[in-house]
């Protein structure tokens, strides 16, 4: 960094020349946006350019860019204790451990690792081997929704269930199966929201049956369906959901990694509906980015199978050299302490539904054919003409994006699915955005859309 200096097109260059990025190719011509600093809602690039981040990086600054206390709560735990495994233990996860168990609202037991994939991978081979543990020999499979995005190692890309973010990587784990969400924008004409819902519910049980009860071991599922384009459901799918799960013996793994620590309006998702999860995967919001560390929370009775058991095999024999690190856990207690103090959930579901109201005023405009929310998440979904419900072209959403950039507002887009359904925009600033920066977002967004 220092070698670079304030030199942009050096930096340019070098990043050409020695960065692999994320998911998008980038070029001289077209390079990617390199931050140095950033604080509150706002980033700034290496020219000096400011944007609002109406992304939250991707979905995860929860409490905004510049904590000064973040990074003391890091820097004291990095001088007293920098490093211990979790095959034993340390005061901070312990501590942090408690506080998600106090988060949750239920008798939880906390694993740690470091990414949403691998939580979401300790939840897989947790859900198996306890299924094992009871004696449900065969219970391998795993029932995921198509539009969810669960991670990227292998087997939280096959419970992905995003067609083109899995081209040229199959075949992938086996078991996992999928089923249709709940898009009630994209209902048959004729059928109520909840009637739509509940059908959609149905089909995991449909799907239950036809695959052999004792084959299932657990469905997951995010909340509200986030980068695959911010599916909401109806409140009785849920429960019918969980209600299915229980009646066949099929644990229900929620997928928090988006939706937790205020992102949706409650502490987590899945608060907002009836249903309690025997596995619950968080990351991002949980240090709000600032470090990496991710948890995988397990029903109390369903962690009790493994440590009582007297099989030598019986324990959860899962390593994980990074996961839990203590200067990542010290902050993520800080990080949930600044969510509490502030009053960020409550803020999320203000700020969301102020930004909701705004733009539902857009679905006059002849593009915009659904207005989304759930908590501060918002998707515009983009169409060719409203009866049809054609997809946009991508051309016109990137189109959108840049055009927002150009105007200092970083916006995204939902992510891979099947071609042509690449047409629904996103929103998730952080969580303690000020009202100017949701009037920020607002205004331009509307006069982007407009032709301002
Ligand atoms: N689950 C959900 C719902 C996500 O959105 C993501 C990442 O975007 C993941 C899991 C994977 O998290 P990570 O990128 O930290 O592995």
Redesign the pocket.
Known sequence: MQSLGNDSELAVKKDQKYLWHNITPYSEKNPPMIAASASGSWITDIQGNRFLDGMSG??CVNVGYGRKELAEAAYNQLLALPYFPLTQSHLPAIALAEKLNEWLGDDYVIFFSN??????EAAFKMARQYQQQIGQHYRHKFIARYR??????LG?LSATGQAQRKYKYEPLAGGFLHVAPPDSYRRPAGMTVEEFNLQCAQSIEDMIIWEGVETVAAVIM?PVI??GGVIVPHQVYLDRVQEICRKHGVLLIM?E???GFGRSGRKFGHHNFNVKPDIV?M??GLTSAYLPL?ATAVRKDIYEVFKDNSDDYGHFRHVNTFGGNPASCALALRNLEIIEQEKLVERADLLGKRINTEFTELLDHKLVGDVRSFGLVTGVELVEDKVGKKPVDLSIVKGIIAECKSKGLIIGKNGDTVAGFNNVLTFAPPLSSTDEDIEFIIDTFKSVLNGG
């Open positions: 991707l979905w990414s949403g994939s691998e939580a979401n969810g995005y669960h991670g990227s190692s939280a995010e986030t980068g997928d990694v988006i939706c995967t990351a991002k991710s």
